[in-house]
Structure formats: C-alpha cells, structure tokens
C-alpha cells in the first residue's frame, strides 16, 4: 500500500523518507488545510529525498473557489515546480455550487504533464461525488485524496471504499489517518493512505507576548484582500 506523507518543512520531508514514505506531498501552513510553499523549500526537498515530491498547488487558504488573478498563479507555480523537477501535482477547483470546475481543473491537469496529479480534498466539498469522479477521471487526474466526505477518512471509510471499487482512479484515504486505524483502509482494497504523523516541539515561552495568530483571517467562506478603498484612506492621510 503506497503511503503518501503530507510533509511541511525539510526537516518533515525527511523524516516522511526515513520512515519509509512512498512519497511526500510538500505544503505549508497545515492550520489552514496547506497552501503552496515557496519555490525554496521545493528546491531544498528535491535536493534531499529521493522519494518522489508531490506540491500542493493552491494559492490561499479558504475555500476552493478561484478568482482569475489567483488561477493564474496556480498556473505560475506549476511552472515553477516543472523547472524544479517535481514528481506530481496535488490541486483542484470547484464552482461555487460545489461541482468540480471542469475547464479551470482540466487545464491545470493539462499544464501539469507529465507529472502526477491529484485532486485535493476539495473533493469533500463535491455535491455530487460520484460524478465528480468520472469527471475527474476522464480529464485524466490519477489519485483523489478524500476523507469519503466525512469528517475523517475514518468516518468516511464506507464511501472510499465503494469509490474505488467503482473507478480506476486511486482513491487515497486522508484526515485523521493514524496507527490505529491504517491498516483499516488497506483492509478494504484501498491502494493509498495519507498523512502527515504530526508532533510539536522547539517549545518557546511566549508568555507576555503579543499573539501573531490573527483569528480574524481564519475564514473559509470568504477570501481576505487589501481593500482599495480603505489603503487609499491610509496613503492619504499621511502624504
């Protein structure tokens, strides 16, 4: 069974390979479900393991849903991660009524060739799975990673389970993966697992000190942007 590590720093990434990871998917930012790393940290990866890197492709954090600017650079970094010898691609776009956007997904799927592509846990926000799947499979995505919709792949395992016995796409079993439960998901002919074997350490007393975590930004339903208007307020009143 093929298991996929879901890798935040260098340090994580090897450590995914000396575990005996199959590969890595290389992200940031894990509090807000991953969001690209930047095209040091891919170089620096690549450079050290020898199991294949896979980079998540997606621009912010938030929900799924693209505007143009942001479309563009998921192409851009695609780009960047090709010249950088990446190994596969984890990305996907959904509409705003939850359909997998089939035009915007297809061209990054088409941009990504040859490497690998993987449809991301947008998946779990699909209304209609079973036809995002065909979807998905015909544009020629090679793995989804899902949780079967639930709120852990645990919970969910009825639908990966029934999922890949009807596609030929390798549907991956990610969110909440652990010891106790992995050998679950190869019990019911899934082909690929996912996780990230998540610890916190380098411990550092913050007391007294000013929080740099801003709550207000953690929102999925909306996207945050430098409004115009008010940054026009702010330049004016101090040239």
């Known amino acids: 069974m093929l298991v996929e590590v879901c890798t935040n720093s260098l340090e994580s990434a090897i450590n995914a390979e000396r575990a005996g990871a199959d590969r890595i998917e290389l992200c940031s930012e894990l509090g807000v479900g991953g969001i690209t790393p ?8 690549k450079k050290e393991l020898t199991i294949p890197v896979h ?6 954090g938030g929900h799924f849903t693209y505007s143009d600017a942001e479309f563009e650079v998921a192409k851009a970094d695609i780009l960047v991660c090709k010249a950088l010898g990446v190994d596969g691609i984890v990305s996907g776009i959904l509409m705003d009524d939850f359909s997998v956007d089939v035009e915007r997904t297809k061209a990054l799927v088409e941009l990504a060739k040859p490497m690998h592509f993987t449809f991301h846990r947008a998946f779990d926000w699909v209304s209609e799975p079973l036809e995002a799947i065909k979807q998905l499979e015909s544009m020629g995505v090679q793995t989804i990673l899902t949780s079967g919709g639930e709120t852990s792949a645990e919970n969910g395992i009825m639908n990966l389970g029934a999922w890949q016995q009807d596609t030929s796409i390798v549907i991956m079993a990610g969110g909440g993966v652990s010891p106790k439960n992995a050998s679950r998901f190869k019990e019911i002919g899934l082909r690929a697992i996912h996780c990230s074997g998540t610890s916190f350490g380098n411990r550092l007393g913050l007391e007294g000190k000013i929080s740099m975590n801003s709550a207000k930004h953690l929102v999925e339903d909306e996207v945050a942007v ?14």
């Open 55 to 60: 980079v998540l492709i997606r621009p912010r």
């Open 226 to 239: 430098s409004n115009l208007e008010t940054l026009i307020s702010i330049v004016r009143a101090v040239k």
């Open 38 to 45: 930047s095209a040091g940290l891919i170089q620096l990866v």
